[in-house]
């Protein structure tokens, strides 16, 4: 089983940064892909970004390309989320998530059973 804890979040201006992390529980964290997704009021929830278990590979939803970098520490069982040139709409509660299983890989959400508590961002314009 894989426990998430994400950290980071805050109220920043627009064109600010923030750098979102994820706390991972377990000795397999290195196994994991892992995702960041997130809702806004009234909206459902979308994917971010995902990253394979050992970072060789990266996607990203095309709202947010270019502006922000998924990235892990297998050896701090750590994944993170940087964010650059912040927009009103990246206001969102963003999650992190793990696949239930190992070595997969996936960008759609349904496909992730392990989810953190959420850490609110919000970007005023």
């Known amino acids: 089983q894989v426990q998430l804890v994400e950290s980071g979040g805050g109220l920043v201006q627009a064109g600010g940064s923030l750098r979102l992390s994820c706390a991972a529980s377990g000795r397999t964290f290195s196994s994991y892909a892992m995702g960041w997704f997130r809702q806004a009021p009234g909206k459902e929830r979308e994917f971010v970004a995902a990253?394979?278990?050992?970072?060789?590979?990266?996607d990203y939803a095309d709202s947010v390309k270019g502006r922000i970098t998924i990235s892990r520490d297998n050896a701090k069982n750590t994944v993170f989320l940087q964010m650059n040139s912040l927009k009103p709409e990246d206001t969102a509660v963003y999650y992190c998530?793990?696949?239930?299983?190992?070595?997969?890989?996936?960008?759609?959400?349904?496909?992730?059973?392990?989810w953190g508590q959420g850490t609110q961002v919000t970007v005023s314009s």
């Open positions: 990253i394979v278990w050992s970072g060789y590979r990266t």
């Open positions: 998530a793990a696949p239930l299983r190992t070595y997969y890989y996936s960008i759609e959400s349904g496909q992730y059973g392990y």
